[in-house]
């Protein structure tokens, strides 16, 4: 019962990052970032048979060819942003796999990562807002400091 819990802390401190780091820029993308969070959750529950349709041989490849693409322009331009989203996507679905083979139905675990992304999200914004301010580039000067 203790992986979980676990996986649990690995979401709540993955949105608690990207909330802190989302505090150093204007209020509308941390709004933008929450409504992408519930997006996202949702779709990881919900999304698969969307998912398997949209990447088929045949007329929708073209859409897939464009999500592709545009996934792999934004881990070139914005490298940050795209591995905080693959470290979020990648904690969540660890979360999701746990509680539901710990015997959570669907709709709690769902509700449940929806309640733990939003908390997270507005706690590591609010501690960037008033005690400890973040950068737009404390990553990359982090990174660059270790080389």
Not at 135 to 145: A, G, H, I, K, V
Request: aromatic share 12%.
């Amino acid at each position: 019962m203790i992986t979980p819990i676990i996986s649990l802390f690995c979401v709540g401190v993955s949105y608690g990052l990207l909330g802190w780091h989302l505090s150093a820029y204007h209020i509308g993308w941390a709004m933008g970032s929450w409504f992408v969070a519930i997006f996202l959750t949702i779709m990881l529950f919900w999304g698969e048979e969307v998912t398997k349709r949209m990447f088929r041989l045949g007329p929708r490849g073209v859409i897939s060819m464009l999500i592709l693409s545009g996934i792999i322009t934004m881990a070139v331009a914005a490298s940050t942003l795209f591995g905080m989203i693959v470290v979020l996507l990648a904690s969540q679905t660890l979360a999701r796999l746990e509680l539901q083979s710990a015997g959570l139905s669907r709709r709690l675990t769902l509700l449940l990562m929806v309640i733990l992304s939003i908390g997270t999200l507005s706690a590591g914004w609010i501690v960037g807002q008033n005690h400890y301010p973040s950068s737009p580039y404390w990553l990359t000067s982090f990174l660059l400091s270790r080389s």
